[in-house]
């Protein structure tokens, strides 16, 4: 079986030398963000995912979660690497200090999401959307709530999940019925929710469920929801568990992939109602939602990154392993490595893992400067940013996250697709990241209706100013010149691209809808493919000073210029898509489908 390691080097690269570590550090709660903390924090979560989670992966996917009644077991020796999880202060690390948490930013916080979730995706879930729930109660609970439930939250004592789907729903919440009715101090909820993650197990005392319903003077429509805060155990004022709520789970989903990940369908109010409590204000629960939202889209889209990334060292290891034919200019049988075609999917695999990678860190540097700096100028305009990648981080990245685990499969030939050796898990669980937290195409309305069109281009003028400039620089020193012509021709498309949707769309009711999901994908591969050109600069300069590890510049530098070479030529088939328009796309009628 081949064994996980995180790729450490290159997450610190990102971290360190693609980011601006030293100013992060400087904002306010992140006094802990040096270079010796990174490296450990780093290894360590290394350290643990190799010996801990990384091995229980098969053993989730063969013995998935199970319902024995009104509860949920989880896969064996899951609780066991949960507690270690959580005494190691790993649950807490990406938490403000004055709510317990570690005061680690994003920028380091993103990478060992990663490699949670290139260790065992179906385990990683369930801090995740913990981490969700913690962000929705410091920003919308009340002094109350977040006394009685954020130190439990945090510590990862008590877990949280997000219940937002219903039956009748799926991802229009508008038509979310889920009841709430006041109660005293508190509300009764009543209803049904379905694919609620990790929605009960038995590795905590208590689980913490974000609830959307409706009260009875509710308007309709998303206006007229709101947010609930509903323990699986009621706590006592003292913070003792009292009696079970009326909540249960009814069944598990059976599943293609995570299957070490409870799918739940959960019902509310059987015997009269939930107890709930309100989370933020009344009828403004879509707000609240898309706190824990927008963190969830981008840990969703780094689960694109580590699941792609554990394809590629299973794929990288059989092709250096498995000995099969000859190879121009090699003598006798030799491993597969040595095929030119077996070449160009390594590759392929690498150089989008690496870009991926790059463009998290890159939208979680937004972030940190977007929620804590004290320049109001710099603050906005890192929001807007962030704004801008949220949906091609989670879009781009899980898309070619299935590429990744697929291509890994066809690197192992015929035993690719038998389960013996592992590759086949890879690519069933990719599979949904896609689609939860909001489809590929979901993500693509919020790329092309909230965020370009909102303010008519402007935050994409910025990006796209950004990326020139490093076409500039790039420029001067003559060296990379396949990366500067493909950036150039990718940035150029991205604005016409951009110009195309906003010209069009007020005389086309369809261009939106039709020109979204390519542009996302051009939005993500230019994106990453400037990430990937900063990176080659970067090496570049490190070379020519002499620095320690020559061989992972020089590296950086090819994977970088493969990148240019053979995937930012893609943009080319997005640009050309986007302005064919919607005529081809919607022309036929339904009948002749």
């Known amino acids: ?159 949280g999940t997000m219940d937002l789907t219903e039956p009748q729903a799926g991802s229009d919440l508008a038509a979310v019925s889920c009841k709430a009715v006041p109660q005293g101090d508190h509300y009764l909820i009543t209803g049904q929710k379905i694919f609620i993650t990790w929605g009960d197990h038995q590795m905590t005392d208590n689980i913490i469920h974000m609830v959307l319903a409706r009260l009875p003077d509710a308007p309709a429509g998303v206006k007229g929801i709101s947010l609930f805060l509903v323990p699986k155990f009621l706590v006592g004022a003292d913070g003792t568990l009292g009696e079970r709520n009326d909540m249960r789970p009814v069944s598990l989903e059976h599943k293609i992939g995570i299957h070490g990940s409870p799918t739940c369908v959960m019902s509310f109010g059987d015997n009269g109602g939930a107890v709930g409590y309100l989370v933020g204000e009344k ?23 580590g699941i792609a990334e554990r394809a590629y060292q299973r794929a990288a290891r059989y092709a250096k392993e498995r000995v099969q034919g000859g190879a121009a200019g090699e003598t006798g049988r030799v491993t597969i490595i040595h095929h030119p075609d077996v070449r160009r999917m390594l590759m392929t695999m690498k150089a989008l893992v690496e870009g991926m990678r790059a463009l998290c860190v890159c939208a979680g540097s937004a972030m940190d400067f977007a929620l804590h700096s004290d320049d109001p100028k710099e603050k906005a305009r890192n929001r807007e940013r962030l704004d801008l990648l949220v949906p091609a981080v989670k879009g781009w990245c899980t898309e070619e996250g299935q590429e990744v685990a697929s291509l890994a499969i066809q690197v192992h030939g015929g035993m690719g697709y038998v389960e013996e050796t592992g590759a086949a898990q890879h690519f069933r ?165």
């Open 429 to 593: 669980d990719a599979r949904i990241a896609t689609i939860y937290e909001g489809t590929t195409g979901i993500q693509a309305q919020d790329l092309v209706g909230r965020k370009i069109l909102r303010d008519e281009g402007r935050a994409m003028a910025n990006l796209v100013a950004d990326i020139r400039n490093t076409v500039q620089k790039i420029a001067q020193i003559g060296e990379f010149d396949d990366i500067e012509n493909s950036l150039r021709i990718g940035v150029d498309l991205l604005e016409s691209s951009t110009d195309f949707l906003i010209s069009h769309q007020r005389d086309d009711v369809h261009t939106a809808g039709a020109v979204s999901f390519d542009l996302l994908m051009l939005t993500g591969l230019v994106t990453a493919g400037w990430q990937m050109a900063r990176a080659a600069l970067v090496a570049r300069e490190k070379l020519d000073q002499g620095a320690e590890g020559s061989n992972f510049y020089q590296s950086k530098m090819v994977t970088a210029k493969f990148f240019a070479q053979h995937l930012l030529p893609r943009a080319r088939a997005y640009g050309a898509a986007i302005t064919a328009g919607s005529a081809a796309m919607m022309a036929l009628d339904e009948n002749q489908f």
């Open 283 to 305: 009828h403004n629960g879509m707000s609240c939602m898309f706190t824990m939202m927008n963190l969830a889209r981008l840990h969703v889209g780094i689960e694109g990154v």
């Open 1 to 159: 079986m081949t064994v996980y390691h995180a790729p450490t080097r290159d997450m610190r690269f990102c971290i360190e030398e693609l980011s601006d570590l030293e100013a992060i550090g400087r904002l306010p709660g992140f006094e802990a963000a040096e270079s010796d903390v990174v490296q450990a924090v780093i290894e360590e979560a290394g350290r643990l995912a190799t010996e801990v989670l990384a091995p229980l992966n098969p053993e989730g996917d063969r013995n998935g979660a199970r319902i024995e009644g009104d509860d949920v077991r989880e896969t064996p020796g899951f609780a066991a690497a949960y507690r270690q999880f959580v005494d190691g202060g790993w649950n807490s690390m990406p938490f403000p200090t004055e709510h317990g948490g570690g005061g680690l930013p994003s920028i380091v916080a993103f990478p060992v999401a990663e490699i949670w979730q290139a260790s065992n995706m179906a385990f990683s879930l369930c801090p995740m959307l913990s981490q969700a729930a913690v962000e929705a109660l410091i920003a919308h609970g009340t002094a109350e709530l977040q006394k009685t439930y954020l130190p439990k939250l945090v510590s990862g004592d008590w877990t």
